[in-house]
């Protein structure tokens, strides 16, 4: 009896690993279509994050500064970052505008006397003299007034720019002069950058120049994440040593961090019509490239192909594919061909495909 149960037993496992063996377990696998699209061939270039509002602000007036915005404040234009001490420019400005007062004084009084002496030479009772010399002072008083007034209004340009405004919204990344230093004209005091308008620099190969246009979107990436840039400048100025010309590219300011290095798809040849499949469908070994179509009998189909040009996620293939078949894009590099399959993309698992070929 024992020698016989130990039979059976023996033979249940060995049709069990038959089963295994030939697939007799559907496998788990996700999907996606082949499909007919417009692919060109690419390079990655590598660009950098900078902000097209980006300045150092100098000093343009000599004193000391009683205060400076903190490193990491966020400013709005025409807000104030520095201050110079301007006691000695507001008693100037005094001073210029007392004189140009006194110079509107005389010449009102000159104005009156000329009228005056006009009225009496009319009259025969007034030396034609005395009304030309009143008449030449009156001239004199109104260009004396001409200097008092330029010379106010360059003290009130220098009152106005003893305090360094923020050319643009931003926030300050850098402080060159501490509160309580001097600084010259033309000293450098405070570095304010718009965080809000970022574009990539990125330099290609000359021979690329001709498929990039102004406008269009191009894909960026760095280590951290992905995404897409719209061409805003084509600098079709080639560097004779490195045969590379200048892209600057605007990305959205709220993905990406100034500074950021990141790499930029740049196409290098026309677009052409091809057969695209994901680029997790290529199981690549030894004997070549192939993909694995699920049949219309729910089973995998080892079929070789030939990779092609690639962008993005998609990946040009050349074999016996057409477009709708159903190639598996995950699970595939367990699959052995004629296994059978069950797809689940994401939810509930599925035991037909969405097309079927092959069969």
Known sequence: MKLFLKAIFCVCSLTGTIALAQGGFPAPVEVATAELTQLAPQIKVPGTILSRD???????????FVSIAEVGTRVAKDAVLAKIEDALLLQQQKENEGLVASQKARIAFLEREVERLRRLAAQNNAARSLLDQTESDLSVARSELRVASARLAQIQIGVYKSS??????????????NPGERASVGDEVVRVVNLDRLEVVARAPLNAVSFLKEGSTIPVASERQAGDGTIRAIV??????????????????????IGESVRVQVPTATAQQVLAVPRDALVLRADGAAVFRVTGENKAERISVQPGVGDGELIA?????????????????????????????GGAPTAGSSSAAGS
């Open 164 to 177: 360094i405004r923020a050319p643009f919204a931003g926030r300050v990344t850098e402080r060159f002069i």
């Open 54 to 64: 980006d300045a150092r602000l100098a000093a343009e007036v000599a004193g000391n």
């Open 317 to 345: 293939i050349i074999g016996d594919i057409q477009e709708g078949d159903t190639v598996v894009i995950r699970g595939a590099e367990r699959l052995r061909p004629g296994q059978d399959v069950m797809i689940n993309n």
């Open 236 to 257: 079709p100025y080639g560097d004779s040593r490195s045969h590379m010309f200048e892209v600057r590219i605007d990305v959205p300011a709220a993905d990406w961090i």
